[in-house]
Nanobody
Framework: QVQLVESGGGLVEPGGSLRLSCAAS?????????MIWYRQTPDIEREFVAS????????NYAESVKGRVAISRDNAKNTVYLQMNSLKPEDTAVYLC?????????WGQGTQVTVSS
């Protein structure tokens, strides 16, 4: 059974940092697995944040987070990370982990990030 479990969210002040984790199980976690972070709010159904794929760990970022966010993976720990710096109130959202495993799509339950003073 494939599972994606996000963690690391919380309340942070503007300008602060958080590192989100997505722990994967139930499938062979490798560089060939496309892993993506999305976020959603009541106003935005689902928005792409960052992705990582391939042996070279090719990454891609939304323009809204480029330069402030870094996605990485640790295949030995079956985990994908999202390091978020210089957080802004508009980064407030539920952050969800997505995996494409040989064409099958899986989602985590999400972790809440709230940026507020």
């Amino acid at each position: 059974q494939v599972q994606l479990v996000e963690s690391g969210g919380g309340l942070v002040e503007p300008g602060g940092s958080l590192r989100l984790s997505c722990a994967a199980s139930g499938f062979t976690f490798s560089s060939d697995t496309m892993m993506i972070w999305y976020r959603q709010t009541p106003d935005i159904e689902r928005e792409f944040v960052a992705s990582i794929f391939g042996a070279g760990s090719h990454t891609n970022y939304a323009e809204s987070v480029k330069g402030r966010v870094a996605i990485s993976r640790d295949n030995a720990k079956n985990t994908v990370y999202l390091q978020m710096n210089s957080l802004k109130p508009e980064d407030t959202a539920v952050y969800l982990c997505y995996a494409n495993v040989r064409g099958s799509i899986y989602w985590g339950q999400g972790t809440q990030v709230t940026v507020s003073s």
